[in-house]
């Protein structure tokens, strides 16, 4: 008889397909989740180029050539590297499987998927169209590859269901918000609500005492003002687009730009791929990898104009940093417990940090420059001076261990409710 020890995480994209691994602890173990293997299958689709690059239970990683025409195949190579790895046949091991969807509409909760949750993510399609779309193929092919066994949607935007209407409204004609969705959704949400959790544990207290204000900073940069463990905002809105300045995203910007370039001559599609593709870090300063921007900016002084470029980058980017830290500030009446810093430049970047949080001290925000210097990455800590009022965490965070702990959850309450009927 199969154990249905283990829990898989699915983060399906357009032409890959991410996996994680989790072996479920026993109950007398406190149900812990531990990561046992993890991987990507890439250029799925192109089955001539496609491969999977994996590791598993502390191995190197191996990549091999796997013809993977569809997330079908490509789930079956999964599960085939698996069963190799592990004992028997791997998909009997598994005891649900947990999907990263982008966009859930008005769902607050992750959510057994059946065929009305199916239904729900393909109507968010129209607002997520580079991800739902595969995010539903991922969900289909896992529905094959582990037939009968329950899967569950986490959505991005659920954490941020909690915003007040005067959060999540544009000042656009009503009819736009009741007849065709348009409102602000967030997302980063699993990440948000991992990092709250974490963020409760380290300050000792309960997360419905918590007040945070949370910088989710890396490629994608979004950040959220939390009160009682909740969300009651964030800066990206209907799409991933609002808000900070990113990797190849502008965040905010006049919205007259758009009519102005059509007017100009440049097609819908276009100003749209120049805004999410070609603008952030990559349009000011020619590249969308901060580091080489943050070396220019605070590394020895380097002249030329690619440099000043940089430098221009690092600092529009931390000043929307800021210009949204102090608006949560308020939004939480000054009772801000710890600003959390979080993703590949809120845990990497000791000069951003502090850059951030320069002359707070008026907000009772006081950094360490030791503690904020010898914060090591993939650690937790609290980089605050002994007299900060307001904690500064540097908090990795772990979507996909969220994911996989919400998934348990779901699929426990779902069993929990059938025993009772």
């Known amino acids: 008889m199969a154990l249905r020890n283990k829990l898989m995480v699915i983060n399906a994209g357009s032409s890959s397909l991410k996996f994680k691994l989790f072996q479920m602890g026993q109950a007398g173990e406190g149900g812990a989740l531990s990561a046992i293997a993890s991987g990507v299958c890439e250029r799925v689709g192109d089955p001539s180029a496609s491969f999977l690059r994996a590791k598993a239970n502390g191995s190197e990683e191996s990549k091999a050539q796997h013809a993977m025409p569809d997330h079908t195949s490509a789930l079956g190579a999964v599960a085939q590297y698996l069963s190799s790895a592990f004992t028997g046949d791997f998909t009997k091991d598994v005891h649900g499987v947990g999907h990263r969807v982008v ?23 129209d607002l997520a169209p580079l991800h739902n779309p595969p995010n539903l193929m991922g969900i289909d092919a896992a529905l094959q590859t582990f037939a009968g066994v329950p899967q569950v949607a986490v959505f991005d935007t659920a954490f941020h269901q909690t915003m007040p209407p005067a959060a999540f409204m544009y000042a656009l004609p009503y009819e736009l918000y009741t007849d065709r969705a348009i409102r602000r959704y967030g997302f980063h949400g699993t990440s948000y609500k991992y990092l709250t959790t974490q963020a409760a544990k380290m300050l000792g207290k309960p997360e419905a005492e918590t007040n945070l204000v949370i910088c989710h900073l890396g490629a994608g940069s979004s950040m959220c003002a939390v009160q009682g463990g909740r969300s009651v905002d964030t800066s990206m809105g209907l799409t991933p687009l609002e808000g900070l300045m990113m990797g190849t995203r502008c965040g905010d910007i006049d919205p007259a730009i758009t009519s102005y370039l059509a007017a100009k001559g440049m097609s819908p599609k276009e100003i749209d791929q120049m805004m999410n593709k070609k603008s952030g870090f990559l349009g000011l300063a020619g590249n969308a990898d901060l580091r080489n921007h943050a070396e220019a900016r605070f590394g020895p002084h380097v002249g030329g104009d690619a440099a000043e470029r940089s430098r221009l980058a690092v600092d529009v980017y931390i000043r929307r940093v800021r210009k949204y830290l102090g608006a949560y500030f308020m939004h939480l009446d000054g009772q801000v417990d710890a600003i959390v810093f979080s993703a590949g430049i809120g845990e990497n970047s000791a000069p951003m940090r502090r850059e951030f949080c320069r002359g707070m001290e008026f907000a009772g925000v006081k950094i360490d420059e030791a503690k904020n210097e010898g914060a090591g990455v993939g650690k937790a800590a609290d980089v605050a001076a002994a007299d900060s009022r307001v904690r500064i965490l540097v908090l990795p965070t772990d979507e996909e261990l969220s994911i996989a702990q919400q998934t348990v959850d779901v699929i426990a309450a779902a069993s929990s409710s059938a025993a009772a009927v």
Not at 118 to 124: C, D, N, P, V
């Open 103 to 125: 966009h859930g509409r008005h769902m607050s909760q992750p959510a057994l998927i059946s065929a009305e949750v199916r239904s729900t993510i393909e109507q968010a399609a």
